[in-house]
């Protein structure tokens, strides 16, 4: 018998012996008989229940990924919960919803020691809705490893942005902006982790800009010059 229905036998059986599922045979001879309002307590096995299940699916099959927000929840009361700043691509596997470009980009991001300090910082980097970042919140953990100023900075396209606005918005010196729109030249920045990698920049600066610069996808257009 496959795995996955061994799992769902047993989750049968352990439903009807705590009286939180009838057995087959009373549900076939009463097909449309009202289905009686669990009590607190029978919830509550219900949901214990629940948990013991996943985590034994969770034994079974380490790479095992939740469905919904309600399997995130059983998952994070069996106190399992996933070090954001540490975390491997199995575990961001896990969580429902996330796609495999998205789970690439934390971890090139966190190979260049970038750290994210809150769902904010992850909702940005992912370019996600908060109603999507929120079904993950339970099981995240954000610890920071090292004690690493974070700046305030204006929002700026690096895409388009010329040698004077990184300067000026975003405090980059001369050489290091000149340095962004050669590199850029080449092809446009695609996110984060691309920018990094490109121009060998520090953790601490990368993760200033978390939230507050944007990768226009369209082309390029030549730097005007300043006016005098």
């Not at 996955?4 to 549900?27: F, I, N, Y």
């Not at 309600?70 to 491997?88: F, K, M, S, Y």
């Not at 429902?96 to 910082?121: E, F, K």
């Not at 996600?128 to 919140?137: D, F, K, N, T, Y």
Request: contains cysteine; hydrophobic residues 40%.
């Amino acid at each position: 018998m496959a795995k996955g229905q061994w799992l769902d036998a047993l989750a049968r059986r352990l439903l009807v012996a705590t009286g939180q599922l009838a057995p087959p045979a009373a549900r076939s001879k009463n097909p449309a008989s009202p289905k009686t309002p669990a009590s607190a307590e029978g919830q509550a096995c219900a949901d214990g229940i629940e948990r013991d299940l996943l985590s034994l699916k969770l034994a079974h099959d380490p790479a095992l990924r939740l469905r919904n927000a309600h399997e995130v929840g059983q998952l994070a009361a069996l106190g399992w919960n996933l070090d954001v700043n540490r975390a491997t691509a199995a575990d961001w596997l896990r969580l429902p919803g996330i796609t495999p470009y998205q789970v690439d980009l934390l971890l090139r991001l966190q190979a260049g020691g970038v750290q994210l300090s809150g769902i904010d910082d992850l909702q940005r980097v992912l370019g996600l809705q908060p109603a999507e970042v929120l079904c993950w919140e339970p099981l995240l953990a954000f610890r920071w490893y090292g004690d690493i100023p974070r700046n305030g900075l204006l929002a700026l396209d690096l895409n388009r942005a010329s040698s004077a606005q990184l300067q000026a918005q975003l405090g980059l010196d001369p050489e290091r902006g000149q340095r962004l729109v050669r590199e850029r030249g080449r092809g446009p920045f695609q996110d984060l982790a691309d920018l990094q990698q490109r121009l060998q920049l520090p953790a601490d600066l990368v993760e200033g800009l978390i939230g507050k610069v944007s990768f226009g996808k369209g082309p390029l257009g030549p730097e005007l010059p300043r006016r005098r």
